[in-house]
């Protein structure tokens, strides 16, 4: 099911016909450093990741992780949405691309529309996003987005250390 076009670029919804899609952008070296190891090593394991994750957040939650494609060639680049995780306070926005798409804007052009429809569509008062100190790219996207640094949190998952981004950060003076 498509959510949305942009100028460039259509969000579907993912389903199990993208598993070739994921078992690769799952195993990107950025992907796994700067996201985590899924344990996705085969077709199966990739299906099975889509039913677990974003085709259950569809049905749980009406939105999830899409896939974001070129309008004209369906070419997949990469996924981004909206995920809600048990261990943070509001939903979060999520993205990653294959390497050989990045730093053309399709993240940006992504993850921006993906803002406007959690607000929009999903009623989301406040989206937030959590990453890696070091993953400069991502806050360098998160600072063009809008979002503001709010406080460190530490992942209960893995204990690390992790910057939590939100849509209407709550300053150290405010706290
Ligand atoms: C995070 C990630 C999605 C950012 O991708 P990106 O391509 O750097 O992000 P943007 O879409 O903002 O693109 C920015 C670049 O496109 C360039 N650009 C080219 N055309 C553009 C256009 N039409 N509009 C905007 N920027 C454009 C910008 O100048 C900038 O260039 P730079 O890379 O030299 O700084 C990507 O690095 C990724 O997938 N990483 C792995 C997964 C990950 O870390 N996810 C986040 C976890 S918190």
Redesign the pocket.
Known sequence: MKILDTERLTLRELSLADAGFILKLLN?P??IQ??GDRNVRTLDDAGNYLLNGPLDSYRRHGFGLFLVETKAAHTPL?ICGLIKRAALPAVDI????L?E?????????AATAILTYGQEVAKLDRIV????PD?E??I??LG?LGLSFERMITWPEDGAELKLYATDAVSSARK
Not at 101 to 109: I, V
């Open positions: 990107e950025s992907f700067n996201i990469g999520g993205f990653a691309f390497p798409f990045w730093s053309q804007g399709y993240a940006l052009e996003a959590i990453v890696s993953n790219r991502s360098r996207l063009k």
